[in-house]
């Protein structure tokens, strides 16, 4: 199973960005007990961003509480996260994760490209 993060880019404080997670290979989205959005900002751990369940119930960190929506298409196998009122505090490299856990990162998660998203002040 393979997932490939898309939507990162450049935008200025109070903009927004659509991130895209496609999951494929010999798997479905349905692989995971959840797929998520995690981020990692230079010399910061890699953190909890937002993430869905398979029966579509959503999770978010408390930055992302009011300004992100994560969604999915399970017909497509994608996850998305919308990305509003960003701020400078929320540039990192975006990752994508299925697993079955949403709090923690085991070895057996499965991860996507990261994808940078960069907010100016």
């Known amino acids: 199973v393979q997932l490939q993060a898309s939507g990162g880019g450049s935008v200025q404080t109070g903009g927004s960005l659509n991130l895209s997670c496609a999951v494929s290979g010999t798997g479905s989205i349905f692989s995971f007990n959840a797929v998520g959005w995690y981020r990692q900002a230079p010399g910061n751990q890699r953190e909890l961003v937002a993430a869905?369940?398979?029966?579509?119930?959503?999770h978010y960190s408390q930055s992302a509480k009011g300004r992100f929506i994560i969604s999915r298409d399970n017909a497509a196998n994608t996850v998305f996260l919308e990305m509003n009122n960003l701020r400078p505090g929320d540039t990192a490299v975006y990752y994508c994760?299925?697993?079955?856990?949403?709090?923690?990162?085991?070895?057996?998660?499965?991860w996507g490209q990261g994808t940078q998203v960069t907010v100016s002040s």
């Open positions: 994760k299925g697993g079955h856990s949403i709090w923690v990162m085991t070895d057996s998660d499965h």
């Open positions: 869905i369940t398979s029966g579509g119930r959503p």
